[in-house]
């Protein structure tokens, strides 16, 4: 249903560096940096980006949506940890430490907002 998703960044080179850093768990690669942009995509299929962070295209400021957010699929929940400790030690925001949602425990994620406050989830569907 997707074709990509992006968020807006007000420093591309910042954002460069804690994406690398956050994805590389997930198993996704910096595949493009146009000056304005940079996409990631999978580590076995570069020329698949998918995701992409970008300069706003009408130059003013990029925010973050209220209420919006983008949930990544992980492998495991190894990956999930790694993304999160990634993102934290790159200096995004705890907004939900890894661990097993729902209550039940059907499915473990966890949640970082990026350096422009974009809230960005990594999601497995693997209870253990």
């Not at 990631?40 to 962070?53: I, N, R």
């Not at 957010?69 to 939900?96: C, H, N, P, T, W």
């Amino acid at each position: 249903m997707l074709a990509y998703i992006m968020v807006g960044t007000n420093n591309v080179k910042k954002a460069a560096k804690f994406y690398d850093a956050a994805l590389a768990p997930l198993g996704l690669v910096r595949t493009g940096d146009g000056g304005r942009y940079i996409g990631y995509g999978p580590k076995k299929a570069p020329d698949k980006a998918q995701f992409f962070v970008t300069k706003p295209y009408n130059r003013k400021a990029a925010t973050f949506g209220n209420g919006t957010m983008i949930s990544l699929v992980a492998k495991s929940r190894k990956a999930v940890d790694g993304f999160y400790a990634a993102a934290l030690a790159q200096g995004g925001k705890d907004e939900g430490k890894p661990g097993p949602r729902p209550a039940d425990g059907s499915n473990y994620a966890a949640y970082v907002r990026d350096l422009d406050g974009n809230k960005i989830c990594a999601y497995c569907s693997k209870a253990k």
